[in-house]
């Protein structure tokens, strides 16, 4: 398939990565200049648990010098620079172009909209890790999985191919019908977690106490009702059974919410908690402790963030 990533920091190094080496025809578009040139020079350095290898088989290039719309563009930005990048890049965008959005949070769909005709745009979300720390670089341990499916049910042929392009890089990939289940029980795993880590500066482990637990269990509770309530059928016990796992058995992890606020970046709250608490408002739910933790997390923000 021909497939270029809007993005390719830790998910779309790693995706695009993979993609390549399973011989599909890839292109990295980023705006991180560092990143590229190292790419170009000595290939991607991409390390799984299949061990340490360079790709060189990809090409890369900056938003403004794509020239050809790729079959496939997925969208590898944090939430809040998808708009920008999708602006800046008409050429990304053909007449037989589909964009799949992977990112975490709720309101993939509408941003890309804004600019792809909605039947064109497959969502879906994903538990594979991924690391870049250094540029050039990308590393991804463990296991993961992809579920997506087409924003408006449609298109079933583009998602087929897309899942087994997918597959071809050994992803793990389904589609899945049920795919707005797995991206809002998502969503409250990680406004439980991320928040909460962000805020306290704890690791998860850290978080399991008393307080720290009964927070989480709470947020969760909140962001299911909510999901419920719009029409969306989760399991909150089942997301508590994952956030439990987590507390015990991710003790050292840093989630990305943590990992930004200690380095001055900005976060994907919005896109988390934010639009829970939208979502809420619209349909008259309280809640508190999910927007508690939107305004602290923005509290943060407000004093760490550089740039
Ligand atoms: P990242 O910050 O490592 O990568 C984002 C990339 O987007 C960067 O390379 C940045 O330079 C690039 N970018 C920013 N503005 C751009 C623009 N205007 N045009 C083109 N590129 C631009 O983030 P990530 O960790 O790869 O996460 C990407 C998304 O995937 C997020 O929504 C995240 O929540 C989600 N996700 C991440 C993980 C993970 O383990 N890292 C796992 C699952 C989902």
């Given at each position: 398939?021909?497939?270029?990533i809007?993005?390719?920091?830790?998910?779309g190094?790693?995706?695009?990565?993979?993609?390549?080496?399973?011989?599909?025809?890839?292109?990295?578009?980023?705006?991180?200049?560092?990143?590229?040139?190292?790419?170009?020079?000595?290939?991607l350095?991409?390390?799984t648990?299949?061990g340490?290898?360079?790709v060189?088989?990809?090409?890369v290039t900056?938003?403004?010098?794509?020239v050809?719309?790729?079959?496939?563009?997925i969208?590898?930005?944090k939430?809040f620079?998808?708009?920008?990048?999708?602006?800046?890049?008409p050429m990304?965008?053909?007449?037989?172009?589909?964009?799949?959005?992977?990112?975490n949070?709720?309101?993939?769909?509408e941003?890309?909209?804004?600019?792809?005709?909605?039947e064109?745009v497959?969502?879906g979300?994903?538990?594979?890790p991924?690391?870049?720390s250094?540029p050039?670089?990308?590393?991804s341990?463990?296991?993961?999985?992809?579920?997506?499916?087409?924003?408006?049910?449609?298109?079933?042929?583009?998602?087929?191919?897309?899942?087994?392009?997918l597959?071809?890089?050994?992803?793990?990939?389904?589609?899945?019908p049920?795919?707005?289940?797995?991206?809002?029980?998502?969503?409250a795993?990680?406004?439980?977690?991320?928040?909460?880590c962000?805020?306290?500066?704890c690791?998860?482990?850290?978080?399991?106490?008393?307080d720290?637990?009964?927070?989480?269990?709470?947020?969760?509770?909140?962001?299911?009702?909510?999901a419920?309530a719009s029409?969306?059928?989760?399991?909150?016990?089942?997301?508590?059974?994952?956030v439990?796992?987590?507390?015990a058995?991710?003790?050292?992890?840093?989630?990305?919410?943590?990992?930004?606020?200690?380095?001055?970046?900005?976060?994907?709250i919005?896109?988390?908690?934010g639009e829970?608490?939208?979502?809420?408002?619209?349909?008259?739910?309280?809640?508190?402790?999910?927007?508690?933790?939107?305004?602290?997390?923005r509290?943060?923000?407000?004093?760490?963030?550089?740039?």
């Amino acid at each position: 398939m021909d497939i270029a990533i809007l993005g390719a920091g830790a998910m779309g190094s790693l995706f695009g990565g993979l993609l390549a080496e399973a011989d599909h025809r890839v292109t990295l578009v980023d705006v991180d200049q560092a990143h590229l040139d190292s790419i170009r020079r000595e290939g991607l350095q991409v390390t799984t648990d299949a061990g340490a290898r360079a790709v060189t088989n990809l090409s890369v290039t900056r938003t403004e010098d794509m020239v050809e719309a790729p079959e496939l563009l997925i969208v590898f930005t944090k939430t809040f620079h998808t708009q920008k990048a999708l602006a800046a890049a008409p050429m990304l965008i053909g007449r037989n172009t589909f964009v799949l959005s992977l990112q975490n949070g709720l309101g993939n769909v509408e941003r890309i909209a804004q600019y792809v005709p909605r039947e064109c745009v497959m969502v879906g979300m994903t538990t594979w890790p991924a690391d870049k720390s250094v540029p050039g670089q990308v590393a991804s341990h463990g296991t993961g999985a992809i579920r997506l499916m087409s924003a408006d049910g449609g298109a079933q042929d583009v998602v087929a191919r897309t899942v087994e392009a997918l597959n071809s890089a050994d992803l793990n990939c389904t589609a899945d019908p049920n795919i707005w289940s797995a991206i809002w029980e998502k969503v409250a795993f990680n406004a439980a977690l991320n928040g909460l880590c962000a805020i306290t500066k704890c690791t998860v482990g850290e978080l399991a106490n008393v307080d720290g637990q009964a927070l989480a269990v709470r947020i969760v509770e909140e962001v299911a009702g909510v999901a419920q309530a719009s029409g969306v059928a989760v399991d909150p016990g089942h997301i508590i059974e994952t956030v439990e796992h987590a507390l015990a058995h991710h003790r050292e992890h840093r989630p990305s919410m943590l990992q930004d606020v200690l380095a001055g970046r900005k976060t994907e709250i919005e896109a988390i908690n934010g639009e829970v608490v939208v979502r809420a408002r619209e349909l008259g739910i309280d809640v508190p402790c999910t927007q508690a933790v939107l305004h602290l997390v923005r509290l943060v923000e407000n004093r760490s963030v550089v740039a």
